[in-house]
């Protein structure tokens, strides 16, 4: 049986049940363990369900439909920025990753990487990253919202204190063409703020569709980041505070036969 036979047959048995275990999908079906974990993280980089520890549940809500949504949305870029992510990031090192539908594109672009501690406030991230090669996860404590697995406010913030990462791969709602990384949920921006407080190198990643958005709360500037990876070209006054700042702007090709990527500023 081809993987799509059972991608639809697992999503046909969510119909008549809530939960799904990875063992007993991998008897019913015949095929190993991994298998069926690669299955459910398909399923759930789709939206068509979510993943808990050792299986798969409906995703039933319609705030999770929303995020489902987002999801797709612009879904190419998201993968290309995901896989030059994955060629700046080395083997060995640690990394904190925010919430959101880029951050769990970068997730999946990692599972090779070997030798990362990942830190993450997002439930989805650390149930992806389960299974894959050797790996710490360390899993926020907080305030769960459910609309989309983040873990977010004051417990979060102070538990990420704890730690000082090598990497910080944070998303964002809006960036301004003065170089202003803009979100909408005050207690998500203060977990984002303190990702990046607390880590040496400060990568933001975030599709070109963000310059058309306007959010109300600010999450940093430019001269905060390190490295902003986008599917396109920005506008030449943000290229310019870039420059101003030192920080890199690099650009993935979507739909390249290979990952390719231009430096600007």
Request: charged share 25%.
């Amino acid at each position: 049986m081809d993987a799509a036979s059972r991608h639809d047959k697992i999503l046909n048995l969510l119909n008549s049940q809530e939960r799904l275990e990875v063992e007993d999908l991998a008897a019913r079906f015949g095929v190993s363990l991994q298998t069926i974990r690669t299955d459910l993280r398909d399923l759930s980089a789709r939206g068509a369900l979510s993943r808990v520890h050792g299986g798969a549940v409906r995703v039933s809500s319609a705030a999770n439909r929303a995020y489902a949504d987002r999801r797709k949305h612009n879904a190419n870029a998201k993968q290309a920025m995901a896989a030059l992510l994955a060629e700046v990031i080395p083997d060995n090192c640690s990394l904190a990753i925010n919430i959101g539908t880029s951050t769990e594109q970068a997730a999946r672009a990692l599972e090779n990487h070997r030798g990362l501690t990942i830190l993450s406030n997002n439930i989805n991230i650390i149930n992806l990253m389960m299974g894959g090669e050797t790996k710490e996860l360390i899993l926020v404590g907080g305030t769960v919202r459910q609309s989309d697995g983040a873990i977010i406010g004051e417990d979060a913030v102070e538990f990420i204190s704890r730690y000082k990462v090598d990497y910080a791969i944070i998303g964002a709602s809006a960036l301004d063409k003065d170089g202003a990384v803009l979100d909408h949920d005050a207690r998500e921006v203060s977990v984002a703020r303190a990702i990046l407080k607390n880590a040496r190198t400060k990568i933001l990643l975030c599709d070109s569709s963000k310059f058309a958005r306007s959010a109300p709360v600010r999450i940093c500037d430019l001269s905060d980041l390190d490295v902003v990876i986008t599917n396109q070209p920005p506008p030449a006054p943000f290229l310019e505070a870039a420059k101003a700042a030192g920080t890199r702007i690099l650009c993935a090709e979507a739909g390249s036969s290979k990952n390719e990527s231009r430096e600007n500023g």
